[in-house]
């Protein structure tokens, strides 16, 4: 059973610094392709940033987080992390993992994460 599950979210002042996490359990973490999703209300679900590692770790961002945002994973915890600094009130929004198994998508089942002052 494909499991993601998400961690780290809450409440922070616009320029703070939250570190999300996803533990990955049910396939083979290291040759699946893992992403960041968020949502906000009102909006569309949106990709955030993307991981795959084959030989090194690569990552495409969206320009909307490209600077403030870095993700990671860390193969022996099957984990993958979202490092946000300088966050804006638009970060606002529920974070989701997602990856691809069985020829399906897996979603976890999301961390709220709000900036406000």
């Known amino acids: 059973q494909v499991q993601l599950v998400e961690s780290g979210g809450g409440l922070v002042q616009p320029g703070g610094s939250l570190r999300l996490s996803c533990e990955c359990s049910g396939f083979t973490f290291s040759t699946h392709y893992l992403e960041w999703h968020r949502q906000a209300p009102g909006k569309e679900r949106e990709l955030v940033v993307g991981i795959f590692t084959t030989g090194g770790t690569t990552t495409e961002y969206s320009d909307s987080v490209k600077g403030r945002f870095t993700a990671s994973r860390d193969m022996a915890k099957s984990t993958i992390y979202l490092q946000m600094n300088s966050l804006k009130p638009e970060d606002t929004a529920i974070y989701y993992c997602?990856?691809?198994?069985?020829?399906?998508?897996?979603w976890g089942q999301g961390t709220q994460v709000t900036v406000s002052s």
């Open positions: 997602k990856t691809r198994v069985y020829g399906r998508d897996w």
